[in-house]
């Protein structure tokens, strides 16, 4: 299966949507689901390296507010 095909089954899943109804959306429509299901993965990632203690997952304000005890 190519990551194409894995990625309309992921989003067909998610959406709870036949693979065929997928191919009937607009193609900035589906890049804009990916576009959004990686940025959430990337930023689930994120809060999991920070709960691991790594302060460079961390942005410049959730640092500063861990620092100064805000938040």
Do not use: C
Not at 4 to 21: I, K, P, Y
């Amino acid at each position: 299966m190519t990551q194409h095909e894995e990625n309309l089954f992921a989003l067909a899943e998610r959406l709870s949507m036949g693979v065929w109804q997928l191919k009937q959306m607009p193609v900035s429509e589906y890049f804009g689901w990916m576009k959004y299901f990686q940025k959430r993965q990337e930023e689930a990632e994120r809060q999991e390296q920070i709960k691991q203690g790594n302060l460079l997952a961390m942005s410049t304000d959730d640092m500063i507010k861990a620092a100064t005890g805000g938040g």
